[in-house]
């Protein structure tokens, strides 16, 4: 095949900035002998024009990822045409990714999270549209998987959660700390997959709220927040449609804003009526709301807004899951 240029010509194109039209793809992502649909762009030196260095529809293989490694170059360029079509073969290849223990952890994490969020975006985008569990198997499984082999992976997994509150990245944030949190407890297995689900999808609801209370920039008016409440029903019903049965998913998402005293919505459900599962999204919720910043308030940093939640919702969450949480904050300081 004449659409591989030869590597011994290239130098290290990790130095250089993004060539415009294109967008930087980490070698490492790049799965042996897994087809890529996608034009693989190298650049011969920083700033030039990049060549193509490897054509769509070509497995990458073996032979080709260590000449890069040997030449140093540890990304390449995807057309931003393409973007789909690169996202899609990460998430299909995500469990190998994050099990490559070749790849930096913190790599990984960066891939972990930024593939989450594209996952996450589209299925908020339109719910309704296809399946909402598919997509996310991989995703779940490979995060799963990555925070129990790995010693270092919450703390890294920590590092890159977004600052800036979205709802696709608060689903995400969500999902790694309410997964975390669960592990810690002791929570494994079929149990845990159908939990971290849950915790992803726990505000697909959101989708059927109308942007302007969703992302209003400062306190809703008494209809805004009436339709804002209603998010949690909207996206129990969603998952019903969508022919989703698992208990567990389906209580994450109806049940997350239940509150221990009975103050909660939207079944005001006290005591131990909340189960173990919206208890532990509840927490991981409160704290990633408190932690990201928003339009209208700056976000707090996790040690104060860990205290923030034992002065004021020491009645609403459950206390013997928030010390464990703490502890797992606490661990992943310095
Ligand atoms: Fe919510
Ligand atoms: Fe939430």
């Known amino acids: 095949m004449n659409s591989t240029h030869p590597a011994s010509t290239l130098s290290d194109s990790t130095a250089s900035a993004t060539p415009a039209g294109y967008f930087r793809v980490p070698v490492s992502s790049l799965r042996v002998d897994a087809v890529a649909n996608f034009e693989l762009y190298i650049q011969p030196r920083p700033d030039a024009v990049p060549v193509l260095y490897r054509a769509r529809d070509l497995a990458f293989t073996e032979e080709a990822r260590q000449r890069l490694i040997d030449h140093s170059v540890g990304a390449l360029f995807v057309p931003t045409g393409q973007r789909a079509e690169y996202r899609h073969y990460v998430e299909k290849n995500l469990t190998a990714i994050v099990s490559d223990e070749d790849i930096p952890v913190e790599e990984r994490s960066d891939l972990l999270y930024d593939s989450a969020q594209n996952i996450v975006h589209d299925i908020l985008e339109d719910p309704r549209s296809g399946d909402v569990l598919p997509p996310s198997e991989n995703l779940v499984q490979g995060t799963i998987d990555f925070l129990f082999k790995e010693g270092r992976s919450f703390h890294c997994l920590m590092q890159v959660t977004s600052y800036d509150y979205y709802t696709y990245t608060h689903s995400v944030n969500v999902f790694v700390f309410s997964t975390a949190l669960a592990q810690k407890l002791g929570i494994e297995g079929q149990e845990l997959f159908e939990f971290g689900q849950g915790a992803l999808l726990h505000d697909v609801g959101k989708s059927l709220v109308p942007n302007e209370v969703v992302n209003a920039k400062g306190g809703l008016t008494e209809e805004q927040w009436a339709e804002m409440k209603l998010h949690p029903v909207h996206g129990y019903n969603i998952l019903k449609e969508q022919g989703v049965e698992s208990e567990i998913i389906l209580d994450v998402t109806r049940h997350h804003h239940e509150k221990l005293n009975g103050r909660g919505y939207p079944d005001g459900l006290a005591g131990d009526a909340v189960s173990k599962w919206a208890r ?55």
């Not at 990633?288 to 910043?293: H, I, P, Q, S, V």
């Not at 339009?295 to 464990?324: C, T, W």
């Open 280 to 334: 532990i999204c509840t927490i991981a919720d409160i704290f990633d709301a408190l932690t990201t910043r928003r339009s209208y308030k700056e976000a707090m940093n996790s040690f104060p807004g860990l205290q923030f939640m034992r002065e004021h919702m020491e009645d609403e969450i459950d206390p013997e899951f928030f010390r464990v949480f703490v502890g797992l904050m606490g661990s992943t300081a310095g």
